[in-house]
């Protein structure tokens, strides 16, 4: 007998298929300044120099050939003053401008798209650099000829031996700034291919070079760095990058579409850290500079990144046809990035199991990128839909060896949330598939990665706090010393006014002095006394921040342990319930199952926060309802409604309300609605006019029966809610009235947070 766990919420199956699916905005930082071309054609004008006429014509064909846009007429325009300058340097014999002009038509032929004859070009420029022993300018010719290789993979290896080759030559030239663009661009290529770490190096080597000849524009090595964060899942480090990117854009006023990929980089860190307000404000930035700039290629990226968000909040007939709006509006001429549209098209359709609409796009991706994904360069994310497809297909003899794949790939990147998620789909194909064994073996995978990852997101945030917590230290200390200066001058003048005053006043001074001795006696020993107090209430406040910090964590320890046991019993009850044929027997377990969950809840939201005594009942509220929608999600059509307060909780009420709401929620999900009926289910919780916690649970259906006796009944659920009613200290009542209305009220338990707040006010002081 099958069997596959309620407790899986659908939107962790989203998020498996779209977390690696946003689309990188990479973005070639130039450390040359940009050229004016009014301010140059006024020089030319005025210049009778050649020499200096010459170096002012090539820097217009740069300016034109750089230009953004693709225009025809800017590469003319390239192309002219190219010639221009190649006639005047033929004349003056110049040999750097002569390579200059060979390696720019080079270039010009490169955005033509005539790559046999700009290959020919850029190497013969490299020849006569060479010839002619111009290190830099070999290093430039070089660099510029990894540019006539695209990013297949198989192109990896020759484009990482010119960049060293130009990386090289700038060293030995002293060309720092050639040496920051080329290492950025290493790390770019890494990046594609795959190799995060790499790329977080070669970046940060850039960005010290950067730093040393004091050139400001690195906007660009930031973003680059986040974004190999981000594929590394280290998202503290992520998002601290991507914000200096950002910082670093507006101090240099830089509004072209590397903003537009800056933006999209916070937005993306955000993406994964589920803060959906600030993803939708950052690429609704993005989106506007990128129109600003009419640059389609950056404005389909982060349209289809918005897309993902509509497919996160399940609005999948919006985010496809969003997708093909903008391919409309927004036409473009790249092959990859039309394959990488249909990817995010095909996994939409996986999940609505539309599948002959999604295995039209499969055969496509398939045919593009290989059966395991192994061709241009998109290895995990295109290997990680495949995956998904075939599970969802139940085509598990293509699933396995996928999944093994994926886990070895993940593994090398360093990925523990891509190696938890796809152990998470594993463990499910094998409980479909009735591998038990494996199942648990999974499901114990997924558990270790998953929180291996969030413990160490949480350590880094103590690591930044501590940061923090240092930089203010040192900023206090320096007040400290800039008040102790000042004493220190106020003390120097009353020295002065004191050598008056003993000149005029000796005699006065010898009859007091032994007087003032004795006096500046007892005052350092009382000093000394007052110190060595001081001292030992520093050592005992010191302790009893260690006590503090030790019961913190044993709490959260003990929250977390409690949360995972309640999950072990769960999964095992799922395992047992496969070997059970009772009906009755099955409901229990399924209800167990829904109460243990509804408890595992409350210690899983006390481990993640801060606050260890105090529950947030419209988040625990909107969870526990989410899961119940979940597990009946294929039974019935039900609507629910929440009218939820932002109302906390200790643990001792929010466990018997929990419970109530979880016993409540079914029973009318169970038996309000008959034969699949649809409905609508309207949850509140607010404080009432008598400043007490009100709970009501109403919904349209058949209600209770006409003789039905609350207090002789024998339903576990309803006396199991007047129990944990009587708990609470509260009331409880039941009314037919278009259906079932509940109502709890109850105290609310204010000793802990009265506790807190005497000890807040108390540590202020």
């Known amino acids: 007998m099958n069997f596959t766990p309620c407790f899986t919420n659908k939107n962790f199956l989203i998020n498996f298929c779209f977390s690696a699916i946003l689309l990188h905005l990479s973005f070639s930082l130039q450390a040359q300044k940009k050229e004016n071309p009014v301010l140059l054609r006024k020089q030319l004008a005025e210049s009778d120099n050649n020499a200096k006429n010459s170096e002012l014509l090539l820097k217009l064909g740069e300016y034109y050939l750089t230009k953004p846009g693709e225009l025809k007429k800017d590469l003319d325009s390239a192309a002219f003053f190219n010639q221009q300058a190649q006639k005047i340097s033929d004349k003056t014999r110049n040999k750097i401008d002569i390579g200059k002009c060979i390696l720019l038509d080079g270039k010009i032929e490169r955005e033509r798209g005539n790559k046999n004859v700009a290959l020919a070009k850029i190497k013969k420029a490299i020849s006569y650099f060479e010839s002619n022993k111009l290190i830099r300018q070999t290093g430039e010719g070089y660099e510029e000829l990894s540019f006539t290789y695209d990013n297949n993979p198989e192109n990896f290896k020759v484009r990482i031996k010119l960049k060293e080759k130009a990386l090289q030559l700038y060293k030995s030239s002293g060309a720092k700034l050639k040496q920051a663009a080329v290492l950025k661009d290493l790390g770019e290529i890494y990046m594609n291919n795959d190799d995060a770490e790499k790329a977080i190096e070669l970046s940060k080597q850039s960005l010290a070079v950067y730093n040393a000849a004091k050139y400001k524009q690195v906007q660009g090595v930031y973003s680059l760095i986040a974004d190999a964060n981000i594929d590394k899942a280290n998202y503290e480090e992520a998002l601290k990058y991507a914000l200096l990117a950002e910082k670093t854009a507006f101090n240099v006023n830089d509004t072209s579409v590397q903003l537009s990929s800056i933006y999209t980089s916070v937005g993306m860190v955000y993406y994964y850290l589920r803060e959906n307000d600030k993803v939708m404000k950052y690429w609704e930035k993005a989106l506007d500079i990128a129109k600003k700039n009419k640059d389609n290629g950056y404005v389909r990226t982060v349209a289809n990144n918005m897309s993902t968000m509509l497919i996160r909040q399940r609005r999948f007939q919006e ?447």
């Open 319 to 765: 985010a496809i046809d969003m997708i093909k709006q903008y391919k409309a509006r927004y036409p473009i001429d790249d092959k990859e990035f039309e394959k990488r549209e249909d990817y995010i098209i095909f996994s939409t359709y996986t999940i609505l199991k539309q599948f002959k609409n999604a295995e039209k796009y499969y055969k496509k991706l398939v045919n593009y990128y290989g059966e395991y994904a192994e061709k241009n360069n998109q290895r995990l994310s295109m290997l990680r839909s495949f995956i998904f497809y075939h599970y969802q297909t139940k085509n598990f003899k293509a699933f396995y060896p996928k999944a093994k794949l994926f886990d070895s790939l993940s593994k090398k990147s360093g990925n523990d949330m891509l190696r938890s998620e796809n152990y998470f789909v594993w463990f499910k194909a094998d409980s479909v598939q009735g591998k038990y064994l494996d199942a648990i073996k999974h499901y114990q995978l997924y558990k270790k990665f998953s929180d291996s990852v969030f413990n160490g997101e949480k350590s880094k945030q103590i690591n930044s706090l501590q940061i923090q917590f240092d930089t203010e230290k040192k900023d206090k200390d320096i007040q400290l010393l800039t008040q102790k200066g000042k004493l220190q001058e106020t003390r120097i003048a009353n020295d002065t006014i004191m050598r008056y005053v003993f000149i005029g006043s000796l005699l006065v001074l010898i009859l007091f002095a032994a007087l003032l001795y004795n006096r500046s006696r007892l005052k350092t020993n009382a000093n000394r006394n007052l110190e060595i107090k001081r001292q030992q209430i520093d050592e005992q406040n010191e302790q009893l921040k260690k006590l503090l910090a030790e019961k913190e964590w044993l709490l959260k320890e003990i929250h977390h342990r409690v949360k995972n046991n309640l999950q072990i019993v769960i999964s095992l009850l799922n395992t047992q319930s496969a070997y059970l044929d009772n009906e009755d027997a099955l409901l229990a377990i399924q209800n167990s199952q829904h109460r243990m969950h509804a408890m595992s809840l409350i210690h899983q939201k006390l481990y993640q926060s801060d606050n260890l005594s105090m529950i947030d009942m419209s988040w625990y509220i909107s969870e526990l309802i989410n899961y119940i929608k979940d597990c009946y999600s294929s039974e019935k059509s039900i609507r629910f409604d929440l009218d939820i307060d932002k109302i906390c909780l200790d643990v001792a009420q929010a466990v018997p309300m929990g419970l109530i709401i979880n016993e409540a929620v079914n029973n009318t999900v169970k038996y309000a609605f008959p034969d699949k009926a649809s409905g609508e289910v309207l949850v509140s919780f607010k404080i009432n006019e008598e400043n007490n916690c009100q709970l009501i649970i109403s919904d349209n259906g058949v209600g209770l029966p006409q003789d039905f006796n609350l207090d002789e009944t024998e339903s576990l659920g309803m006396n199991l809610m007047r129990g944990l009613t009587d708990q609470l200290d509260g009331t409880f009542s039941l009314k037919n009235q278009n259906g079932l209305i509940i109502k709890i009220a109850f105290a609310k338990n204010t000793e802990i947070e009265d506790h807190e707040n005497v000890t807040e006010s108390s540590t202020n002081i």
